[in-house]
């Protein structure tokens, strides 16, 4: 168990105290490590077993349910996911929930929160350490064969994300849980002082996005593995991949109705969690809009509930490569390219925006131009493929009329790309654009697709860029700076220190690594928790401080009162 004995001196008279509090020395010792990416090279095993699973479910429509209690639950109110590249083809069939249905989900949540809080912490992580054993073997091609499939990601994008970052959150979260758990206050001769880090009450809303399978499996392991219930509401554009995750839990050992699936409409799942008195919080990654209307809709009902609901949220970024004259050209090229437009530039992290001194703009425009030439945009089966399709017809209008910004406005010039075509599928070519005023409009909303804007600024006015860069935007997710001066590297960090939660030097923007860069930023981009770190899991957590007396109280005055 996950329990260690706390010994009394019997000298004061008093037995032993046991408090469920620390893990058992073989759970201490656990160690996370990173799970390692497979290249899936012609003719390797994987790639065999990656195209197997494709096979798979290339061919079928996967019928997806309502699961409240581990009950499944097919509704008349029906929807299809499809492939983002080829829109024709349906993958996926799925069931809406009701409000009465979500009510209900939140009923069942609420009956076994006490035995599942119950369970000692180690009995929790074994059954999430088990699903990232089984998301490592024996569904790590079908987890990653559904990303593609239903999210439009090439081979690897689809093994960093549904492979890799979703195992190490797994891992690594029941290391960082028992790390959190050492903390212990201090105790004296005669009092034993402890803290018991108890789940919530109520249950807890999980809003996942569509861009990343291991974010919709983390914002529901992570508060489950913290003794708490779950209503997850996956995105529909992502529905394949998550029920995927979703059932492996299940297979994993995890007891019915701790996370229970929610499909549902945004507005109807949003106003009837909103207005339970049992919500306890909501764990969201999505659109600014949307989590500000769920604060807004909390902030209604806030005399309703039983606990203040506690808000995370993370909503992308307007992120930043900024260029000091002394970078190094080929980097700047390399890593630009990379995040800007792997996964059509709907990371969270995704680089939208680039400051490059005029100096080497020459060169680095010219190196990007010949790169943008190389890049091919197409079906995420075919293993050249560098970039696929947007997501969905929301995405593809949205980005197409940023472009269409692009070619009418006097101060843009569209560089390379710029083109759009959703006859088959929702492309929009990778496109980099130069623009002479850094308060463009294109340089300070987020756009969420494969679209770059440049300034190229004099090499001067650095200082003054540096307030630019931090000052333009709403927002605070991810930047970075190149630079070998080690002066103008020190310089930045300093004037940039609020601009991003993760900040990155002569590095690309993207791929934080779990256990490395924990992710997370603040202004616009969401309350910073820094999912894939330690201090993410205590969101989750209402600790209890317990005292014990040992010596019996034998007077109510105070020596002072003497006299």
């Known amino acids: 168990m996950f329990t260690v004995c706390r010994t009394i001196s019997k000298t004061i008279g008093r037995s032993y105290l046991h408090i469920r509090l620390l893990a058992t020395a073989q759970m201490q010792g656990y160690t996370a490590v990173n799970e390692p990416l497979l290249s899936y090279k012609p003719g390797s095993q994987e790639r065999k077993d990656l195209e197997a699973a494709l096979e798979k479910y ?216 909103t207005s339970s008195p049992d919500l306890t919080g909501i764990n969201f990654t999505g659109s600014v809009r949307t989590f500000q209307t769920l604060w807004k809709l909390v902030g209604q009902n806030i005399g309703t509930y039983k606990t203040f609901p506690r808000m995370i949220g993370e909503c992308g970024g307007k992120n930043f490569h900024l260029i000091h004259p002394s970078a190094d050209v080929a980097g700047v090229i390399n890593t630009s390219v990379r995040a800007a437009f792997e996964y059509s530039g709907q990371k969270c992290s995704a680089c939208s925006r680039m400051y490059v001194p005029k100096s080497l703009w ?26 696929s399709a947007v997501i969905d017809d929301k995405a593809f209008d949205r980005i197409q009329g940023y472009l269409e910004h692009a070619k009418t406005a006097s101060n843009l010039q569209v560089l390379a790309g710029g083109h759009c075509d959703n006859s088959k599928g929702y492309f929009v070519e990778p496109t980099i654009i130069e623009t002479s005023d850094p308060q463009d409009r294109i340089m300070k909303e987020e756009i969420f697709g494969p679209v770059l804007a440049v300034y190229a600024y004099p090499d001067d006015e650095y200082s003054k860029i540096l307030d630019l860069v931090s000052s333009s935007t709403a927002y605070g997710l991810t930047g970075a700076v190149f630079a070998q001066d080690e002066d103008a590297i020190k310089t930045s960090c300093d004037a940039l220190r609020f601009s991003a939660g993760n900040f990155y030097i002569n590095d690309k923007c993207t791929g934080s690594v779990v256990g490395q860069q924990p992710f997370g930023g603040a202004r616009l981009s969401g309350t910073n928790d820094k999912a894939g770190g330690p201090n993410y899991l205590l969101r989750f957590c209402s600790p209890q401080a317990i005292k014990r007396t040992h010596v019996i109280q034998t007077e109510w005055r105070y020596p002072s009162m003497e006299s």
């Open 58 to 273: 290339k061919n079928v429509v996967t019928d997806i349910p309502v699961v409240v209690g581990g009950e499944e639950i097919y509704t008349e109110d029906v929807h299809y996911q499809v492939a983002p590249f080829d829109h024709q083809k349906r993958v996926a069939k799925y069931h809406y929930a009701s409000q009465a249905l979500i009510e209900k989900a939140i009923a069942v949540s609420q009956s076994v929160r006490r035995q599942w809080e119950s369970k000692p912490l180690e009995d929790r992580a074994q059954i999430f350490l088990k699903a990232a054993d089984l998301m490592s073997t024996k569904y790590r091609m079908e987890l990653n064969a559904a990303t593609m499939l239903g999210q439009g990601k090439t081979i690897i994008q689809a093994e960093i994300d549904a492979a890799a970052e979703l195992i190490d959150f797994l891992r690594f979260d029941v290391q960082f849980a028992m790390t959190n758990m050492n903390y212990q206050p201090i105790s004296t001769d005669i009092t034993t002082n402890s803290i018991s880090y108890r789940g919530t009450e109520g249950f807890w809303a999980a809003i996942s996005p569509f861009n990343f399978t291991a974010i919709g499996g983390h914002l529901t392991s992570a508060i489950a593995l913290m003794g708490n219930v779950v209503l997850w509401k996956p995105s529909d554009t992502a529905i394949l991949s998550n029920y995927l995750t979703y059932k492996i839990f299940q297979e994993a050992g995890l007891p019915p109705g701790v996370i229970n699936f929610i499909p549902a409409d945004g507005p109807v799942f949003g106003n009837t969690v």
């Open 362 to 387: 020459p060169d680095i425009r010219q190196g990007m131009l010949e790169t943008h030439k190389q890049l091919k945009v197409g079906s995420p089966l075919e293993k050249d493929t560098f970039l």
